[in-house]
């Protein structure tokens, strides 16, 4: 075959194939074509569908979607908006039949916002209706009087389902607002409605919020009923009111943890800090001995509700309220010690010098010694308060007290305090150094008594009569030891240390007698003394 004949052929068979290839694309385009008219259709058929149930359910119908008698459109209303959503993503794409893509999408975009509008009203219903069910561990949660426990169990049982099925379909709405794009009007309203309900709470259960100021303005004992409720409250707000809240967060918005965490936090942040920052304003008032165990009683709550504060408020969005139940715990701890040391000086600036009555019990031994009774009940909560502070005496005291100062410890439930508790039968009194080691309050308890004794020894100097100084020193320290064998004190300070100072007690009473007979002997006449002594010869 000739060049010129080759060349025919390839040009030939050249334009075959480009005849081939437009013919394909032509074929295909008419089929994307087709299949895109097809879904315009079905999209356009959605869209109309969706108009009738959204228009159905306009905000002028007053019935709910998820009462008995509209429950049975919930659902076709939810996919309708799923539908019109999809639907405006279609539209919006170039694969859409342009002559219909803008009214089609202002079409979808205007029923889907009229539908947002009824589902952000039915989530206002749905939260305003089931309020106190939605919470789990609601504690006032209505149950009702019923005597049989089947009848009670059903009953929960029914209130436990109702919970349920609320809480199903206020996360239902929630899911269609949030992936319809309209998160932030659903949290809104969750947010508003549930912060209600958490303040609403908090007061039907005593506490009211409480300024600075006001508190000043209270006299003490109108304080203690204040403190009172808030020992009430306070464990079952942290372990019951917030915690199903949290509860309630995390099934509504399972789908998203910064929505569940952002809504938790606004919900419960302003309650929660109110509870915390209480103790801290309880603490800032003036101090004095008497107000020592209210300051305890806040320490101990707030020491036993963080762990639960610490894992319920973990987040960043939440770390204020954290900074307040530390803040507390460290004013609350301050005040304590303080207090106690103010306690102490408190005994040793008496000086009081009005005698007792034949060496009768003194006023100061009655009242330090119920004292310590009432603080003995304190234990754990004073080692927590000072674990950390190693026990130094002021000044020292005479050796003889040192020595009839043992104690006995029991085994500490608390790591941090086990290092610094002595062990049954020592003598962490006798040194300085050793009561410096050792930490432990029933060193510091059995200070306290050393130091009243000392008081009392300088008061029994003020008798003329050394028999009524005996007598004295007798009667008070057995009512100490009576005080110590009758309370927990005996726990902390141990039968070694109550069986010592026993022989004390009985030691002076012993020199007490002495003393008495003795002057009995010096008033009888010599002469007397030898004629009874020769009549019984």
């Not at 060349?7 to 194939?17: A, F, V, Y």
């Not at 074929?27 to 999209?43: E, I, L, N």
Request: a neutral charge; charged letters at 25%; hydrophobic letters at 45%.
């Amino acid at each position: 075959m000739t060049w010129k004949g080759l060349r025919s052929l390839l040009k030939s068979s050249s334009s075959m194939q480009d005849s081939h290839h437009i013919r394909h694309y032509h074929r295909r385009r008419h089929r994307v074509h087709a299949a895109a008219g097809a879904m315009d259709s079905t999209m356009e058929e959605n869209i109309a569908a969706a108009e009738e149930v959204v228009n159905q359910w306009g905000l002028e119908v007053d019935a709910s979607l998820f009462s008995d008698s509209g429950r049975a459109d919930s659902e076709r209303f939810l996919r309708a908006t799923a539908d019109l959503h999809r639907s405006m993503f279609f539209f919006s794409s170039p694969s859409a039949d342009p002559a219909a893509r803008s009214a089609s999408l202002l079409r979808a975009h205007s029923l889907l916002s009229a539908a947002m509008r009824r589902l952000e009203r039915e989530l206002h219903l749905l939260l305003s209706a089931h309020g106190q069910r939605l919470n789990p561990f609601d504690p006032l949660r209505p149950v009702s009087n019923v005597s049989d426990v089947d009848d009670a169990t059903e009953s929960l049982t029914q209130v436990e389902n109702a919970s349920n099925v609320a809480t199903a379909d206020i996360r239902a709405v929630a899911e269609s607002m949030i992936s319809a794009g309209y998160g932030m009007e659903c949290v809104r309203v969750f947010k508003t409605m549930r912060k209600s309900f958490v303040d609403e709470s908090v007061r039907r259960l005593g506490f009211e919020r409480l300024t600075q100021s006001q508190i000043h303005k209270f006299e003490w004992e109108a304080l203690e009923s204040k403190i009172r409720d808030w020992l009430a409250a306070a464990p079952v707000a942290f372990r019951a009111l917030f915690t199903g809240e949290r509860l309630l967060c995390d099934r509504v918005f399972a789908g998203s943890d910064s929505i569940r965490e952002s809504c938790f936090a606004d919900v419960t942040r302003d309650a929660a800090a109110r509870f915390l920052a209480f103790p801290e304003l309880v603490a800032r008032l003036k101090r004095s001995p008497e107000k020592l165990f209210r300051i305890l009683d806040l320490h101990n709550a707030v020491a036993e509700l963080w762990p639960d504060i610490e894992s319920m408020f973990r987040f960043e969005s939440t770390a204020a309220i954290r900074k307040q139940a530390v803040n507390s715990l460290l004013r609350l701890t301050e005040v304590a010690r303080s207090s106690l040391a103010e306690f102490e000086a408190a005994i040793q600036r008496d000086a009081s010098r009005s005698l007792i009555t034949v060496g009768d019990v003194h006023p100061l031994t009655r009242y330090v010694m119920n004292y310590l009774v009432f603080l003995a009940n304190y234990q754990q909560t004073l080692a927590d308060i000072f674990a950390d502070l190693a026990f130094e005496p002021p000044s020292p005291l005479p050796e003889s007290f040192f020595d009839a100062a043992e104690v006995a410890t029991p085994p500490s439930s608390s790591p941090t305090s086990a290092s610094t508790t002595s062990s049954e039968g020592s003598s962490p009194l006798s040194s300085s150094s050793s009561a410096a080691a050792s930490g432990s309050i029933s060193v510091r308890i059995a200070w306290l008594v050393l130091v009243l004794i000392c008081k009392l020894d300088v008061k029994a100097e003020l008798y003329r009569e050394v028999a009524l100084s005996y007598l004295f020193l007798a009667n008070n320290i057995q009512f100490i030891v009576r005080k110590v064998k009758e309370s927990k004190l005996r726990l902390l300070l141990g039968d070694l240390w109550v069986a010592r100072h026993e022989a004390k007690a009985r030691h002076h009473a012993a020199s007490c007698e002495r003393l008495a007979w003795s002057k009995v002997a010096a008033t009888v006449p010599a002469d007397t003394s030898a004629e009874l002594d020769a009549r019984e010869a």
